[in-house]
């Protein structure tokens, strides 16, 4: 979907994604205890299918236990991973 590479712009990017899916869908990303609302289950699941989508094979296999879209959003997104 976006190439990570260039984590800046593929930030940009696939944080519009999530909130034309839907704004509780970006809000997954941004706030740790929005998974803990059971309403907001469909939600992280929709941001975390993106993230996953998004990713080449390697950024992928570090993701693949994440349970939420804000942990996966964090590893992907962390200074360690971009050098």
Known sequence: ?????EIYIWK???SWHLKAIGWKVYLTITKESYLSNSKHLEA????LEAL???PSKEYLNIIS???S???AWNI???PELQT
């Open 12 to 14: 940009v990017r696939i």
């Open 65 to 67: 236990h994440c349970v």
């Open 76 to 78: 992907l997104t962390s």
């Open 52 to 54: 996953r989508k998004s």
């Open 1 to 5: 979907m976006f190439d990570i590479s």
């Open 69 to 71: 879209a804000f942990a």
């Open 44 to 47: 992280n699941a929709q941001a």
